[in-house]
């Protein structure tokens, strides 16, 4: 399994870090390894990048608001002068099919994975959310999907509330343009972002938005490769996800 520790993180998997060059050990073990390796401590920290030019919330807002179509809003997004971009292998753009359905998933930052490659839950990850969209008769030449931030953190660290709210009218505009029905969210930052809802406490707890979408909060697929337990939990929300597709 590649995954990294942002990535188990941000799928709610809470690890703590020794100061052993970055070695991850339980937190049982950290007291006496920290003790024991005070003269070699190497900071674990990325730092922000920041951006060449300032760009404000307003100005991001002001952009998003402009793009009818799906093509000029990826454009948009592409040439946006995100502090993260210049850090960034790649701009992971959203996954578009060419016959949108009434369902769109959000999931969290862009995995190293999806760095490398420029596209959004690929990798094991990625592997896995197809086999789960398969068991409900779905897929992706009709689901949308799209992360909360469109380039990958340094190191893959907790974005900042300034990268999230640049990156977030984007966001707002591309449910604008798909206008999904539902919206699957993967993850502890998607279910706090879009669902406004603690993921740990509230798995699978629907949310009604002001603009009448369901949204469906889910563990991350990285939390699952962990924890196989909670397949079953994730099960049942897909499935009640599967029936009331058939309503709509």
Known sequence: MNTDLQDLVMAGVKW???ELAGEIVP??????EIDSARTRVTSTVVPPISPMTTVDVETATAMALRPGTIETLMRMIQEFNHPLRAGASNTVLPHVPQNPGPMMIITDIPSSDDDASGNILSGAAGEMIDKMLYAIGMGR????????????????RSPTTNELELARPFVNKFIELISPRIILTIGTLAAAKIAG????RAHGVPVRTSNDI?????????????KPAAKSDVWTVLQNVQNMLKNI
Request: proline share 10%; charged share 15%; aromatic share 12%.
């Open 27 to 32: 937190r049982s073990n950290i007291g006496r």
């Open 16 to 18: 703590e870090l020794s």
């Open 197 to 200: 809802i603690d993921l740990m």
């Open 141 to 156: 030449d009709t689901v949308s999907i799209s992360p909360l931030i469109f380039w990958r953190t340094p190191g893959g």
């Open 214 to 226: 369901m949204v469906y909060p889910i563990y991350h697929p990285n939390y699952l490769m962990l």
